[in-house]
């Protein structure tokens, strides 16, 4: 139903405690939480991987408590105190309808899936 953005959220503790140096991130646009640090696509047009989390019900699940779950998801987006945190972790929210989900989740798995089969990745 939602999706949270970043590239930084694991490490950013880290790079402000000068534990480690952040050399780039990885997702299109630099990070909010550390604007300073270039993106990989300023030495390597084109260059994108970052990572998401989503929050989903079973397919199941009646359209309207989808709806209603998303209205409460998006609404806790804009409350100051949540969004003060993901700003401190670097993970900007992503708020948008079901739809909106489902056409990232399709964007991705299309995204590398073809990274998948072009470096002919197999499980092991």
């Known amino acids: 139903m939602q999706a949270i953005f970043s590239s930084v959220t694991s490490t950013v503790e880290y790079i ?3 534990r480690v140096r952040a050399l780039a991130v990885t997702s299109t646009a630099r990070s909010e939480v550390l604007p300073e640090v270039p993106t990989v696509a ?3 047009p084109g260059y994108e991987a970052s990572n998401w989390w989503g929050i989903a019900a079973p397919k199941t699940t009646p359209a ?3 709806d209603r779950l998303n209205e409460e998801i998006n609404a806790s987006f804009a409350e ?3 969004k003060a945190r993901l700003a ?8 948008g309808s079901p739809t909106d ?4 989740i399709g964007d991705e798995t299309e995204k590398w899936g073809k990274v998948i089969r072009s470096a002919n990745i197999k499980p092991e």
């Open 16 to 18: 402000k405690a000068e």
């Open 42 to 44: 300023d030495f390597v």
């Open 64 to 66: 309207e408590i989808v």
């Open 80 to 82: 100051a105190k949540i």
């Open 88 to 95: 401190d972790l670097g993970g900007p929210p992503l708020a």
């Open 101 to 104: 989900f489902r056409k990232l």
